[in-house]
């Protein structure tokens, strides 16, 4: 199953976007999600994630109190509110569901974790 995420755009430094990411499948429940982002030549960046009952989430504290993770799994949608956008927040953002590998210790901050990463939507933030 891949996931499609969208919503990026262009925007000054200080608006906002909501990103969306969906899947073709009803495959969001029972599993937790998160937001990746990654700029061109580096890995990618743990930016939030949310557990499936969308009772716990977890921000990266660069976008601490600027972003808000979300979830409607009768809608098998994940959302990301982002705020204050700055130039730094440029990056491809990815969605992906918490489905670690038999035997694994990773982290929800790696991206190991997850699967079912699409194409991603780009986020460019002008100063």
């Known amino acids: 199953v891949q996931l499609q995420a969208s919503g990026g755009g262009l925007v000054q430094s200080g608006g906002s976007l909501r990103l969306s990411c969906t899947a073709s499948?009803?495959?969001?429940?029972?599993?937790?999600m998160g937001w990746f982002r990654q700029v061109t030549g580096k890995g990618r960046e743990f930016v939030s994630y949310?557990?499936?009952?969308?009772?716990?989430?977890y921000y990266a504290d660069s976008v601490k109190g600027r972003f808000t993770i979300s979830r409607d799994n009768a809608k098998n949608l994940v959302s990301l509110e982002m705020n204050s956008l700055k130039p730094e927040d440029t990056a491809v953002y990815y969605c992906?569901?918490?489905?670690?590998?038999?035997?694994?210790?990773?982290?929800?901050?790696?991206?190991?974790?997850?699967?079912?990463w699409g194409q991603g939507t780009q986020v460019t933030v002008s100063s």
């Open positions: 499948t009803r495959i969001f429940s029972g599993y937790g």
């Open positions: 949310i557990d499936w009952s969308a009772g716990a989430t």
């Open positions: 992906g569901i918490d489905d670690p590998p038999l035997g694994s210790a990773y982290s929800r901050m790696n991206s190991a974790r997850y699967k079912g």
